[in-house]
């Protein structure tokens, strides 16, 4: 859009019979147009400072001489431009007050797409008039070195070296010229400029400093501005490798997406930047911050490529709002984990069954399976192999109060191997919810080995048997042979799990078990389980010696199961009956190995037969003491108890009439009549019953007759 300069004013008129005349003085601009026309560019510098000069002497400004100022300033600045001396173009340009947007358009590599065709400016008409007839600043330059070198150069003026030159040093020259503007326009006139033209000027400006490498005024004027198109300077920060100026601006705007893109490329090395020193812990930090489990699912797996230690604990920190959908998010992430990283998907796993206790089967079975895997891998090598078995036969080779799983702790050298075992057996015995049937499976193979391991799988399906015969025959674990009857099923009792697990550091596997409640005494129920399988273990011991001859006790395999089965004997003596022992008990064993049992058992019985003895003469005392109280109350009371009467007709024996002496009792007032109803002790002992106090019936109550 143009707009017409001011026109001149007269004082001056000629009046005619058919004209008027004005006498018009030369105008400033009218001057300044004819020494450009004749390439007098000092001389329209030199009246151009005049009028300046005059325009700041006035206190009050004229605004139509002011608009002669930048309409000259204009066209020196264009006059100036098309000859290619672009320092004085840019500044006569600047005071002319030239939308910054002109100039611009002059440069397409840089305006993009923040000009097009369909906008207007604001111009003075005279300026469009002059303005350069081109397209670009390039190809002004080359139209200025035809006209000045053709055709002195060959084989043409673009392609000569020195032209070429020449054209690049010009186009430099445009370049900061143009800088130059944008800056002192963004400073003076910045504030007082609509919007658009602000971003235009700020985002052209951020090219310019980012293919001249300048830095620092690039991060400056990220920071500070806030109309920077970002659509426009992503393709020149990346191909420049401004990687961190594009950070900065996806920072400035919120958009995590993108940011993230860029800190990957970084970290995988298709993009390097000095300036951005660790991307790997800015994109953790981000995820941490942001805590948006959607962004961490996404980055989730290619972070446990990185580094699978902090990774793990990014997924494993970042929260949900629902529930349900967490644990469908959960499920989701475990799945791409096993496809992409197994290995990050254990430990995701082990998360999931570990700390958030999921009750999944099908999680508990898989987690249960990777262990066992990973001790079977284990065993692959000859030497964990050949440890395992001597620390086997080291324990089974002499009597010992620690349980196996507590020795093997204790001197093993610490390494993956022993870790792993250990995590295997507080896992199995911890978990109810993995498919035991195919973890014993899965332990076949190795079963020799992993007697333990297998024992607990055992109980978990119930085959008591089966697993009291690994652990008191193969292992030779007396101690937790006796812990899986007391504890009904359980090879490795809670609170030995934790003590185990915290010697070893490994305490997480140890919450899987249920915690123990203190000061809860077993049902009847839980007490008939523990003798069931202390019967079933001493089963065991006598099958493991029942082919064994009669020899004094040695060390051995035989002499060291009827030790045991003494032990327990001893021990749980008061859960098992003679009677049933003996019929257990192999004709080959020697008697002083139930000695102490049958003594002890004996001693008992004759106690409690004599206790008994003792209780019934007691109850008997005061039961006889009770009937004489009784005797002396109901004589006291009028009531006569086995006296013979004087005859009646209705009684011609002389016999007690009960039915007589209980009316003439109901007579009086009620009294309590103790009637002795104590009976006899059984010889085995029990309790004595007293005589019990009861109220004589009136007739009123239509009681029985006493008899």
């Known amino acids: 859009m143009s707009r017409r300069p001011t026109f001149p004013r007269s004082s001056v008129l000629v009046l005619g019979s058919n004209f008027v005349q004005s006498l018009l003085p030369t105008t400033a601009i009218s001057q300044a147009e004819s020494l450009l026309e004749s390439h007098r560019i000092a001389d329209v510098v030199e009246l151009l400072d005049q009028l300046r000069k005059k325009v700041q002497s006035k206190f009050v400004v004229d605004e139509d001489e002011v608009e002669e100022l930048h309409y000259i300033y204009q066209r020196i600045g264009f006059q100036c431009f098309l000859e290619t001396r672009f320092e004085d173009a840019g500044y006569n340009l600047f005071e002319g007050n030239l939308d910054p947007r002109v100039l611009i358009s002059y440069f397409p590599d840089l305006r993009g797409a923040l000009l097009s065709s369909s906008d207007e400016l604001d111009m003075f008409s005279g300026i469009a008039e002059h303005m350069p007839p081109y397209d670009s600043v390039d190809d002004i330059i080359v139209a200025n070195l035809v006209r000045n070198y053709s055709p002195h150069l060959s084989p043409n003026t673009r392609s000569a070296p020195p032209t070429a030159e020449l054209r690049r040093v010009l186009g430099m020259a445009a370049l900061e010229m143009l800088e130059v503007f944008l800056r002192k326009w963004r400073r003076v006139r910045g504030e007082s400029g609509s919007p658009e033209v602000r971003v235009i000027v700020d985002t052209v400006l951020a090219k310019l400093f980012a293919r001249a490498e300048k830095t620092t005024d690039l991060y400056g004027l990220v920071n500070d501005s806030n109309d920077l198109e970002l659509s426009e300077l992503e393709p020149v920060l990346q191909s420049t490798g401004q990687y961190n100026a594009l950070c900065k601006l996806y920072q400035r705007r919120g958009d995590d997406e993108k940011l993230l893109e860029v800190w990957s490329k970084l970290v ?3 993009w390097t930047d000095t300036d951005i020193p660790d991307p790997l812990s800015d994109i953790f930090n981000l995820l941490t911050e942001r805590r948006n489990r959607q962004l961490t699912q996404k ?3 290619w972070l446990t490529k990185k580094d699978s230690e902090r990774a793990m604990k990014l997924l494993t920190t970042t929260g949900s709002s629902k529930r349900g959908q967490k644990t469908a998010d959960d499920l989701a992430m475990l799945q791409q984990l096993r496809t992409e990283n197994p290995e990050a998907a254990a430990q995701f796993l082990e998360y999931l069954v570990l700390q958030k206790r999921s009750t999944d089967r099908t999680l508990h079975t898989e987690l249960a399976l990777i262990c066992v895997n990973e001790i079977l891998s284990f065993l692959q090598d000859e ?3 050949k440890l395992w078995r001597a620390k086997a036969s080291s324990y089974a080779s002499a009597p010992s109060i620690t349980p196996f799983l507590a020795y093997f702790e204790a001197t093993t050298p610490d390494s993956p191997a022993k870790r792993g075992r250990l995590r295997t057996a507080l896992f199995l015995q911890g978990s109810v919810l993995y498919d035991a049937s195919a973890v014993r499976e899965a332990l076949a193979p190795q079963e020799q080995i992993l007697c333990v391991e297998l024992a607990i799988v055992e109980g978990k399906l119930g085959h008591h048997d089966q697993a009291l015969s690994l652990l008191a025959t193969t292992v030779r674990d007396h101690i937790s042979a006796e812990a899986y009857c007391a504890t009904r099923g359980c090879v490795l009792p809670p609170r030995s799990a934790l003590t185990l697990a915290e010697k070893s550091g490994l305490t997480a596997w140890a919450g899987v078990a249920p915690p123990v409640k203190a000061g809860v005494s077993p049902s009847a129920a839980d007490e008939e389980e523990t003798k069931r399988l202390l019967h079933i273990l001493l089963g065991v011991y006598m099958r493991g010696s ?3 001859p009669r020899r004094p006790l040695a060390s051995g395999a035989a002499n060291g ?29 020697p008697l002083p190995t139930l000695s102490a049992f049958l003594t002890r058992s004996f001693r008992r019985a004759l106690h409690a037969k004599h206790e008994g003895m003792l209780i019934k003469g007691v109850a008997t005392a ?3 003491a009770i009937s004489e109280e009784a005797h002396e109350v109901l004589k006291e009371q009028g009531a006569i108890v086995e006296e013979a009467l004087p005859p009646s007709p209705s009684s ?3 016999e007690l009439d009960e039915k007589v002496a209980y009316e003439h009792a109901a007579q009086s007032a009620p009294v309590d009549v103790v009637i002795p109803t104590g009976r006899g002790i059984d010889e085995g002992g029990g309790g004595m019953s007293y005589g019990s106090s009861v109220t004589a019936p009136s007739e009123e109550d239509g009681g029985d007759q006493l008899r």
């Open 268 to 270: 995988d090395g298709e």
């Open 622 to 624: 005061q039961n006889l």
């Open 546 to 548: 029942d082919q064994t």
């Open 561 to 589: 199961t009827v030790t045991a089965a003494a032990n327990l004997l001893n021990s749980q003596a008061l859960k098992f009956d003679p009677v049933d022992v003996l019929e257990l008990v192999p004709a080959a064993w």
């Open 299 to 301: 980055w989730g797996i």
């Open 652 to 654: 011609s024996s002389g």
């Open 383 to 385: 030497t964990v192999s």
